[in-house]
């Protein structure tokens, strides 16, 4: 039984300095954590940069982010002119028809089987649309702004279909030029 002098509270211990406690190594461990160190410590060389695109690789890649970036634009514009005109909620339900939009474009274009699901799923989408456009006209200017979102949404799904229609095989390289093309 230790009597109270030598006893020490977690307040005591607070304010003493920590002190490393001293565990077992075996030699295989400190070499391993030698090997370790060196590493952390001596220099290592970089790697290489990628290499630079070929032109053609670059044309393409610039080609393609040149006919994606203004309907890129035109989405995103058409998208911020509806928020200012429709309400919120309207602009959330029908900004997320770029699904059904979307789907219907690569059936067309892609050739992509439509599946007796993926049709349910856009099929409700329209409705969900529909019935978002005949609740917001109890608000008058808002059925303008439904269909400017409308649109965007469209647009979306436009630039989405046409990514994966133009993208070339250098994909970062076509996203960096998309980037400095729209801004």
Do not use: H
Not at 113 to 127: D, E, F, H, R, S
Not at 141 to 166: E, H, N, Q
């Amino acid at each position: 039984d230790e009597d109270a002098s030598t006893k020490t509270t977690y307040l005591d211990s607070l304010s003493r300095p920590w002190t490393p406690t001293p565990t077992k190594t075996t030699s295989a461990n400190s070499k391993n954590d030698l090997s370790k160190l060196k590493k952390l410590l001596v220099p290592q060389p970089r790697p290489r940069a990628a290499p630079l695109p070929e032109r053609a690789e670059l044309r393409a890649a610039a080609k393609s982010a040149l006919i994606v970036c203004p309907i890129w634009f035109a989405a995103n514009a058409t998208y911020n002119l509806s928020v200012g005109m429709t309400s919120l909620t309207a602009s959330t339900v029908i900004s997320a028809s770029s699904a059904a939009f979307t789907l219907l474009l690569s059936v067309w274009l892609l050739r992509e089987p439509a599946t007796a699901l993926k049709l349910a799923g856009v099929a409700l989408c329209w409705a969900g649309n529909g019935l978002t456009a005949v609740g917001d006209t109890s608000s008058a200017g808002t059925l303008g702004g439904d269909a400017v979102c409308l649109l965007s949404a469209a647009l979306y799904a436009v630039y989405t279909v046409a990514i994966r229609m133009r993208a070339p095989d250098d994909l970062a390289l076509f996203f960096g030029l998309l980037g400095s093309c729209c801004n």
